[in-house]
């Protein structure tokens, strides 16, 4: 069975940094985009960060400059570099990933846990 396994979340200062990792785990045959969203109480899930299986990036303009998202394919592992981060960017984040469990398959929708980030002095 497929999870999406996200670790790294926590409490940090605002202008401070932290990493969100999410790995893959169980049988998969290719594994397409990956990204991240967020999602605080009062609103939906939105897109922060996506990576495509080739590597091309697409950020959310409020966090461009500051967040980095990349992807280790030999590990099935997308990460989310966050530096000099806000208050607004509290939030629980979540990993998403397109995967393709045996070669002609079809492509289906997973979804990490969640991990809650907080920034507050």
């Known amino acids: 069975q497929v999870q999406l396994v996200e670790s790294g979340g926590g409490l940090v200062q605002p202008g401070g940094s932290l990493t969100l990792s999410c790995a893959v785990s169980g049988s998969s045959f290719s594994v397409n985009v990956m990204d991240w969203y967020r999602q605080t109480a009062d609103k939906e899930r939105d897109l922060v960060a996506a990576i495509s299986s080739g590597s091309n990036t697409n950020y959310a303009d409020s966090v461009k400059g500051r967040f980095t998202i990349s992807r280790d394919n030999a590990k099935n592992t997308v990460y989310l570099q966050m530096n000099s981060l806000k208050p607004e960017d509290t939030a629980v984040y979540y990993c998403?990933?397109?995967?393709?469990?045996?070669?002609?398959?079809?492509?289906?929708?997973?979804w990490g846990q969640g991990t809650q980030v907080t920034v507050s002095s």
């Open positions: 998403h990933a397109v995967i393709r469990i045996r070669p002609g398959g079809p492509f289906y929708s997973y």
